[in-house]
């Protein structure tokens, strides 16, 4: 049994049935300022129109070339549609070093352009000419599916030069400064929207594409009577558009103040984009595993959390002198862990902490904490996800998800399907499909529905 120390302290981690409704009202209220023209401006969720406004229907064929940047590593792909709903992915994975990540804009589109270079000229493909869906998973104002100007950095990113830019072009003027590669860069889309494509490839109940990765965010499909911010001519003959909610940046006008928690305020407070984002940094793996060891440092000072153990000096030092080393993926190891062995939480505490012997109760604990932030998380994201499905105009709707706290977290998948439980109307049936690589089969899909359209 746990004891009310550890439970006190993550309570107000534990989000209560009024709270959870409370946040999908203002959730629910801001996407709808989102897409009228008159109050985008106040909104937080931006919704931004994407102008893809075809939906798969498996019979995609050819081969496209995908960029993919946004979470933890930029990777180059080559995709080739099959039709009958099939396609086959290979692909190359670059790190992208640190100090690219928040150096000028140019080096960094240089490197993108290097990286594809070094991939087309391996795979023999230089006159090949193939089109190109580049996946920018970052919040873009869209003028067109290969127009996309960058609103804000996230995630760690912050390149001078190119917010207010097209980054179509500054790709373009990359690739064109070595000259030796010739590309068509035929869209640009964010990773929700390659989820949805890549879902609705194989299930065309699919309305709704979320990633749960490095950052969060989801978009979905939206009468184009609903959304002012997109042109007249758009909605002549096409009665739908992918709007990307950008749901990340949700809370930066106190939406979310009654739910924040001190923990919350210390990871905004010292992130490279204070006030920002701040649904993202209660949801994504960026920031699970540091709100954790924020908790821990507070657990060991209230004596909550390793009460007895003859090391808790030195592992709250340890805690207090190492940003970030307790990540995100050791939360999912943790709770993957069975009573009474707790086999990766010993080996957890004893590679990052050198403590040897953590009991049964020590490890009850750490499970606990670590359920209580991941919970939170996935209870936010469902908030958001039944909000989007009681939006669709469809009483089926499959919602695509990605991103590797979905992914690779033991119960995310659970505690979002209970939480959708209470919240999507009763008139409505819901599902949740994994998405197979949807950066890179949803831009080549994207890319592949925009020639058709021409
Ligand atoms: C970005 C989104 C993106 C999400 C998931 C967020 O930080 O703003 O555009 O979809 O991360 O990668």
């Avoid at 960029?67 to 086959?88: E, P, Q, W």
């Avoid at 860069?185 to 990633?211: E, F, K």
Wanted: hydrophobic letters at 40%; proline letters at 3%; one cysteine or more.
């Amino acid at each position: 049994m746990l004891d009310t120390e550890v439970r006190e302290l993550m309570q107000s981690f534990v989000l209560s049935d009024y709270q959870v409704q409370e946040v999908y009202s203002r959730f629910y209220a801001e996407i709808s300022k989102g897409l009228k023209r008159s109050t985008n401006s106040q909104a937080t969720t931006k919704c931004f129109p994407t102008y893809v406004q075809d939906l798969p229907t498996g019979d995609e064929i050819g081969k496209y070339l995908a960029l993919d940047l946004g979470g933890t590593n930029f990777r180059v792909l080559l995709v080739s549609l099959k039709g009958h709903h099939d396609a086959l992915v290979e692909f190359q994975t670059y790190a992208v070093p640190k100090d690219l990540m928040v150096g000028p804009g140019v080096d960094l589109f240089d490197h993108i352009a290097e990286c594809l270079a070094k991939f087309v000229a391996k795979h023999d493909m230089k006159n090949a000419y193939l089109p190109l869906g580049f996946t920018f998973s970052f919040p873009c104002v869209q003028k067109g599916l290969k127009e996309a100007v960058l609103s804000r950095w996230t995630k760690g990113f912050k390149c001078p030069g190119v917010a207010g830019e097209d980054v179509g072009r500054l790709l373009h003027e990359a690739i064109q400064r070595r000259g030796d590669v010739e590309i068509a860069v035929v869209a640009i889309l964010n990773d929700t929207t390659g989820t949805l494509m890549s879902c609705a490839h194989r299930n065309a109940d699919c309305r709704v594409g979320i990633i749960v990765g490095t950052g969060c965010n989801a978009c979905y499909v939206e009468h184009v009577d609903q959304v002012d911010l997109l042109d007249h001519e758009f909605k002549r003959e096409k009665k739908q558009v992918i709007v990307n909610c950008e749901w990340g940046a949700f809370g930066e006008g106190g939406q979310l103040d009654f739910v924040r928690t001190e923990y919350d305020v210390t990871i905004d407070n010292k992130s490279i984009n204070p006030a920002q984002q701040l649904f993202e940094k209660m949801t994504s793996g960026m920031y699970l595993g540091e709100l954790v060891r924020l908790v821990l440092i507070r657990g060991l000072q209230k004596k909550a959390v390793f009460k007895l153990n003859p090391r808790r000096e030195e592992f709250a030092t340890i805690l207090e002198e190492n940003e970030n080393i307790f990540e995100t993926r050791h939360i999912s190891e943790i709770e993957s862990d069975t009573f009474p062995e707790f086999a990766n939480t010993r080996r957890i505490c004893k590679q990052l902490f050198g403590l040897e012997k953590a009991t049964v109760e020590d490890c009850q604990k750490l499970k606990y904490v670590c359920e209580c932030v991941s919970k939170r998380a996935a209870t936010l994201v469902a908030i958001g996800a039944s909000g989007l499905v009681n939006k669709t105009f469809d009483r089926k709707v499959v919602v695509g998800m990605d991103g590797s706290v979905y992914r690779y977290h033991p119960k995310f998948d659970e505690y979002i399907r209970e939480t959708m439980h209470k919240l999507v109307k009763p008139d409505k049936t819901f599902d949740i499909m994994l998405s197979e690589d949807g950066s890179g089969r949803g831009a080549a899909l994207v890319a592949a529905v925009a020639s058709k359209t021409k």
